[in-house]
Structures are given as structure tokens and as C-alpha cells.
């Protein structure tokens, strides 16, 4: 079992920034691929950004030029950098892994339990 635990969320200015982490735990052999997703009510869950093992990264048009996404291999972490925010950019965002068990090589999908990110002044 794999658990996502997200930090950093918050109310911000438009033209703020803020970075989110998910630290990840649990039996895991390696990651295929990271990504942060957002999603407001009534509307469906987006891809934000995503990282793959071997550190390609992509981005939803709406962000480009603004969020990076990162990850800390030693301490199993995914990070968001958000700047210059804007009110669209209100959500709950999602931290997701797809995880590579140990032994077995299984593949599995796991969210943490998501972070709101309000941007308003």
C-alpha cells in the first residue's frame, strides 16, 4: 500500500505563488510516472502537470510558463511551484503516482486526498 500525503495549499493573491509537496511512503520499487491534477466543483479532474521516471515533464496549456513540476527522489516527493497565480487557477489539486510495487513489478494508481489552493484577493 502507497499513501500521498499533500502540503502547501492556502489562499493567495492573484500574481502570488505558492508550492505544493506530496510525499509519498509505502512498498514501492520505483515510480513510472508523478503528476499534480486540479479540479473544481462540477467540472471534471484535469491533468495539471505529470513527470516521468526519467524526468519528462508536461503541462496543461492553462500553466505553462507558470508551474513547474519537480521531484525529490530521495525523499520520494513531488512538488508543484506555482507562480504568478490566478483566480482560474482555484481548485483542489490532486497529487497522483502510479507506483511499481516491489517483487511482483505490479503497476498501481494511487491520489493523495487533495489540497485547495484558493487564488483571490
Do not use: H
Amino acid at each position: 500500500q502507497v499513501q500521498l500525503v499533500e502540503s502547501g495549499g492556502g489562499l493567495v493573491q492573484p500574481g502570488g505563488s505558492l508550492r505544493l509537496s506530496c510525499a509519498a511512503s509505502g512498498s514501492i520499487f520505483s515510480f513510472s510516472a508523478m503528476g499534480w491534477y486540479r479540479q473544481v466543483p462540477g467540472s471534471q479532474r484535469e491533468l495539471v502537470a505529470s513527470i516521468t521516471r526519467g524526468g519528462n515533464t508536461n503541462y496543461a496549456d492553462s500553466v505553462k510558463g507558470r508551474f513547474t513540476i519537480s521531484r525529490d527522489n530521495d525523499k520520494n516527493t513531488l512538488y508543484l511551484q506555482m507562480n504568478s497565480l490566478k483566480p482560474e487557477d482555484t481548485a483542489v489539486y490532486y497529487c497522483n503516482a502510479k507506483v511499481v510495487a516491489p517483487i511482483s513489478r505490479r503497476e498501481s494508481n494511487y491520489w493523495g486526498q487533495g489540497t485547495q489552493v484558493t487564488v483571490s484577493s
